[in-house]
């Protein structure tokens, strides 16, 4: 690797986030024709590669180690070598690690691209019913110390609500939705692009009782009306 080379390019590639069909003809570019795939699982992402017969070398990138990892792959980047991110699905970056690399990135006057795809919120929201022109994306609540505080945070909010959420917690959330931020429309989607992909629409309280009524398995995004269109609902 030579010092004197001009910079790689750091792309940021969306992979499916359930049905690989989802995956694009530039992702599978990109990831056969960069000099190293930086994957947040790289077992998890064996599966993919196998898939599309993608063979370039892989390295783990994930939270536990983006402080030593994130300069390791600024100095690959600097020498000349392209690097592709993967999270385990969906966008890197949205509720996965890739920021900080970003920022390294920038900092050091390497090109960023983004290669776009799958995003569960994205997909969740425009799916949703409810109004799709302001949104506010919130990714995970903290599970306990300022959860509640993050949540009220949230009642005044006007534009529509987006949140992630595990299978075990869904029902936690929604009951912290009607507690904090009232009676209100809600979209409940889980198991997106997938073979049993469902969303349930409508109050909280009967989403709730939907929910709570059968097991529901599988990852779930929450998509939760804000406040304007409830006080205005003419507005566009
Ligand atoms: N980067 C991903 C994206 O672009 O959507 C999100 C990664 S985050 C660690 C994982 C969360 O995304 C899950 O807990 C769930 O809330 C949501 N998610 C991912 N895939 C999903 C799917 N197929 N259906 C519903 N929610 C999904």
Request: charged share 25%; glycine share 8%.
């Amino acid at each position: 690797m030579s010092n004197n080379a001009s910079p790689g390019t750091l792309y940021l590639v969306a992979t499916p986030i359930g049905n690989l069909d989802d995956m694009t003809f530039r992702a599978v570019n990109i990831l056969k024709t960069a000099d190293l795939v930086a994957a947040e699982d790289t077992r998890n992402s064996s599966v993919l590669f196998r898939h599309f017969e993608i063979k370039t070398p892989m390295t783990a990138y994930h939270e536990y180690n983006e402080r030593t990892k994130g300069p390791e792959l600024i100095q690959d980047l600097l020498g000349g070598k392209s690097v592709a991110v993967i999270t385990d699905a969906g966008t890197p970056g949205i509720s996965d690690p890739c920021y900080p690399l970003v920022k390294l990135a920038i900092e050091a006057g390497i090109r960023v691209e983004s290669i776009p795809g799958a995003c569960a919120a994205i997909s969740a929201l425009v799916i949703s019913g409810l109004p799709v022109h302001r949104f506010r994306y919130e990714g995970f609540l903290p599970h306990k110390k300022g959860r509640q505080t993050r949540m009220l945070s949230l009642k005044e909010e006007t534009g529509s609500i987006i949140f992630y959420e595990s299978p075990h917690r869904v029902v936690k959330l929604l009951e912290e939705i009607k507690e904090f931020l009232g009676e209100r429309n809600v979209s409940v989607s889980r198991e997106l692009t997938k073979k049993f992909e469902e969303t349930i629409r409508g109050p909280v309280s009967d989403v709730l009782a939907i929910l709570k009524s059968k097991e529901h398995k599988g990852e779930f995004v929450v998509v939760i009306e804000g406040l304007s269109d409830r006080r205005r609902p003419n507005e566009d």
